[in-house]
C-alpha cells in the first residue's frame, strides 16, 4: 500500500474511532444520569436554572458527538460552522456552571457527601479544566491531530459529574476524586491505545489531557479547602 493509501486508511479510520468513542461518552452520561434519577436521587422541584444548566450540558454532549458524525460523513464545512457556534455556547455554558454551582450552595442542593466549599472548589476545577482543553482545541483547529484529541480529553473532563453519580462517593470519601480521575484517565488510555495501534505511538495531546486530569483531581481539595472558597461559602450558604 501507499504511503498517500496509509495515510487516507488511518484517517478513517481516526474518524471511525473519535465517533466511536463520543458514542460511548454520550452514552455513559446518559445512563449515569438516568440510573440517578431512578434511585430517586433528584431534588424536585428543581430552580429553573439547573434545568436549564442540565439541557445545555446534555446539548454540549450532542454537539460534540454529531461533530464527529460530520467528519466521519464527510461533511467539513457544517462542522467548521457549527463549531463556530460551539465555541459561543461553551462560553455560555461555563457562566452557567458557575451560576449553578453558587445556587447548588445557596439552595442547600450539593450532594451530601460535599462540604459546600470543597463542592465549589471541584466545580471551578471543572469549568477552568474543561475551557482550557477546549480552548486550546479551538485554538489549534487547524491541527487536526491535536484538535480532536483535545476536544475528546475537554469532554472527558466533563464527566466527571456523571462518574459522581455512579461510584459510591459516600463510600469512598477523600478516595472520591482520584476514582473519578481512574474513570476519566480510562477514556483517555482507551486513545493512547488507539495511537499506539495505528500510529505506533501516542499523541502529545492525550499527555496533556491526562495531566489536565491529575491536576483537577489534585488540585480540588486544595481550592475547595483554601480561606478563599471556605469564605465564598460561607458568603453564599443560607442562613
Request: net charge positive.
Amino acid at each position: 500500500m501507499s504511503d498517500a493509501l496509509q495515510t487516507a486508511d488511518l484517517a478513517g479510520r481516526e474518524r471511525v474511532f473519535f465517533a466511536v468513542m463520543a458514542g460511548a461518552i454520550a452514552a455513559t452520561i446518559v445512563a449515569s444520569f438516568g440510573a440517578w434519577a431512578l434511585r430517586g436521587y433528584v431534588v424536585l422541584p428543581a430552580p429553573l436554572l439547573v434545568h436549564a444548566h442540565a439541557l445545555m450540558y446534555m446539548g454540549w454532549v450532542g454537539i460534540f458527538l454529531t461533530q464527529t458524525i460530520l467528519i466521519v460523513r464527510g461533511s467539513v464545512d457544517l462542522h467548521r460552522r457549527l463549531g463556530a457556534f460551539a465555541a459561543l455556547y461553551a462560553g455560555v455554558m461555563l457562566v452557567m456552571g458557575a451560576a449553578v454551582a453558587l445556587e447548588s450552595v445557596r439552595e442547600a442542593r450539593v450532594p451530601p457527601f460535599f462540604v459546600n466549599s470543597l463542592f465549589l472548589g471541584l466545580s471551578a476545577m471543572e469549568l477552568l479544566t474543561f475551557a482550557g482543553l477546549t480552548a486550546a482545541a479551538v485554538l489549534l483547529r487547524r491541527r487536526s491531530d491535536w484538535h480532536k484529541r483535545l476536544m475528546l480529553c475537554g469532554i472527558i473532563a466533563l464527566m466527571a459529574p456523571a462518574w459522581g453519580r455512579v461510584l459510591p462517593m459516600s463510600a469512598l470519601g477523600p478516595a472520591g476524586g482520584f476514582a473519578i480521575m481512574g474513570a476519566q484517565l480510562g477514556y483517555i488510555s482507551v486513545g493512547m491505545g488507539f495511537d499506539l495501534i495505528t500510529r505506533g505511538r501516542i499523541h502529545p495531546a492525550y499527555f496533556w489531557g491526562a495531566a489536565a486530569m491529575v491536576v483537577l483531581a489534585v488540585g480540588t481539595p486544595f481550592l475547595g479547602f483554601s480561606p478563599l472558597f471556605v469564605a465564598l461559602a460561607h458568603l453564599v450558604e443560607p442562613h
